[in-house]
């Protein structure tokens, strides 16, 4: 899960015996990290509390809290006919240039005094290498 460019057949590897875990807590509020949680931003090192495993088990649908809080998006056709809870996760999925992005960015910008925390991960084709 780090530099694979090098890697070939036959090269020795050695097992950690760990699990992969990736740092968790509120200082990873606001920072830009990659997908192992380091940090790429340029702020320097991470305050974080802790590890926790990147394949931990979901918590049941009984165990977890029920979504039954509206988050506003600012768009009154998504409000309406397409409402957002909050802690719900939603999927924007459209063609080119049809202003995913810009729903996403406004419906996160609308939260700024709420105290809800949003976050954005954007697909790119042409930014994924097909092996």
């Not at 740092?23 to 305050?47: E, F, Q, S, W």
């Amino acid at each position: 899960m780090g530099p694979y460019a090098d890697l070939a057949e036959g090269m020795k590897v050695k097992c950690t015996g760990r699990i992969l875990e990736v740092p968790v807590g509120r200082g990873l509020l606001g920072r830009v990290v990659n997908t192992l949680g380091a940090p790429i931003d340029g702020k320097g090192p991470l305050d974080h509390d802790g590890f926790s495993a990147v394949e931990a088990i979901a918590p049941g649908v009984i165990e977890r809290q029920s979504v039954d809080q509206p988050v506003q998006t600012g768009y009154k056709a998504v409000d309406s006919m397409i409402p957002i809870g909050r802690g719900q996760r939603e999927l924007i999925i459209g063609d080119r240039q049809t202003g995913k992005t810009a729903l996403a960015i406004d419906a996160i910008i609308n939260q700024r005094d709420s105290g809800i925390k949003c976050y954005l991960c954007r697909y790119r084709p042409e930014s994924v290498h097909h092996f």
